[in-house]
């Protein structure tokens, strides 16, 4: 499977706790994006990467959230100490900037967080 | 600031008949437009995009979407439903250049097709 992968697929954790996910990119692009999904609303947008900089955050990206893309390739993103406000899906995209298809960004089938 | 409203949170249509999902934008900016649908426990899909060349754009599984500057609109089409189509489904606007930077997406339309 070449697509973008993301894992885990569901994580449960008590509130307070810290969770990582990963997202791994359709593996020649070179930007990356995180977006949360709550239920009934569209993807929102959080952040995103090119190559290994990140160049924008959303104001939704509180202090507890961190993401990294350290060698350009994959991406983690970290909450710290979960709240239930946090219980949603969290998307990841990757586009190739420049390409021949242009800048479509291809989504992962999301990491659904629930905070008990 | 961009913007999308998705003007109808369901829409239920017959096996065989039309579909009409609405969509008005808002943008600053000449704006590049998507389609996007989304199957349950399955990842975001590109239906089609528009990025300032044909206003008509044709998508895949059937579905086409005409961006009309004069009324802000960008709502998607398909002649005959199917059953395969039931789905959610989201419109898309972005200012980045290329058009995927900062995609700001519509709340959403649940597309439900009766048999």
């Known amino acids: 499977d070449t697509g973008v992968s993301q894992n885990p697929r569901h994580k449960i954790t008590k509130r307070g706790q810290n969770v990582t996910f990963r997202c791994d990119p359709i593996s020649e692009h070179n930007r990356l994006y995180w977006y949360r999904q709550t239920l009934g609303q569209g993807p929102e947008f959080l952040t995103y990467f090119q190559n290994e900089a990140q160049l924008e955050k959303s104001r939704l990206l509180s202090d507890r959230f961190s993401a990294e893309r350290p060698k350009g390739s994959f991406s983690t993103l970290e909450i710290q100490r979960t709240e239930q406000g946090d219980s949603a899906m969290y998307l990841c995209?990757?586009?190739?900037?420049?390409?021949?298809?242009?800048?479509?960004?291809?989504f992962g089938q999301g990491t659904r967080l629930t905070v008990v | 600031a961009q913007s999308v409203t998705q003007l109808d949170s369901h829409v239920s249509v017959s096996e065989g008949t039309p579909v009409l999902l609405r969509c008005n934008y808002s943008?600053?900016?000449?704006?590049?437009l998507f389609w996007y649908v989304q199957h349950p426990n399955k990842g975001l899909q590109l239906l089609l995009k528009y990025t300032s060349a044909a206003t008509l754009v044709k998508g895949i599984n059937g579905f086409e979407a005409e961006f009309k500057k004069s009324e802000t609109s960008f709502h998607l089409t398909k002649p005959s439903a199917h059953m395969s189509d039931a789905a959610e489904y989201f419109c898309?606007?972005?200012?980045?250049?290329?058009?995927?930077?900062?995609?700001?997406f519509g709340k959403g339309t649940h597309l439900i097709i009766q048999p």
């Open positions: 898309v606007v972005s200012e980045g250049r290329g058009g995927a930077d900062g995609l700001t």
């Open positions: 943008s600053s900016y000449s704006p590049s």
């Open positions: 995209a990757s586009s190739l900037l420049g390409g021949r298809l242009g800048t479509e960004a291809f």
